[in-house]
């Protein structure tokens, strides 16, 4: 009971625009693309609706493995790129070394990308 009275209390609870309707697209970027694709955006369910069972791989898992295999490949390539320069570069001048650093230090990239990629894909769906 509030202090002046009654207080008024609300008859439902409040719920998000997502709960609200499975079939709303709510994303910018969702409604951007129906829009120019030609589609009409509100025959379409948003992507965030679809149910665990459809997928193949959960986002979650696969960012999971994705995660673990970049952590991976960094401590694999940093240890092969140190070896390689402790045998190949050991008489080499300084800016040898700088050179090879620099290089190998951005080269991990390339893998890393892929990796990345694959996780940031919309997850397939089960043929019915």
């Known amino acids: 009971m509030c202090p002046t009275g009654p207080c008024k209390a609300r008859p439902k609870p409040l719920r998000h625009a997502v709960a609200a309707s499975r079939r709303h697209p709510t994303t910018l970027a969702f409604s951007v693309k129906a829009a120019m694709s030609g589609v009409d955006a509100s025959s379409r369910s ?6 665990m069972e459809d997928q193949i791989m959960p986002v979650r898992l696969k960012k999971l493995i994705g995660t673990v295999i970049i952590v991976a ?27 090879y650093f620099l290089f190998t230090g951005i080269l991990w990239i390339v893998p890393a990308m892929f990796v990345i990629r694959w996780m940031e894909r919309p997850p397939k769906h089960r043929q019915s």
Do not use: K, Q
Not at 46 to 51: E, G, L, V
Not at 75 to 99: K, N, P
């Open 73 to 99: 490949l960094v401590v694999l390539y940093a240890l092969i790129a140190t070896t390689i320069a402790s045998y190949r570069l050991a008489e080499s001048a300084w800016y040898v070394h700088m050179l």
């Open 46 to 51: 948003h992507p965030a609706a679809d149910t």
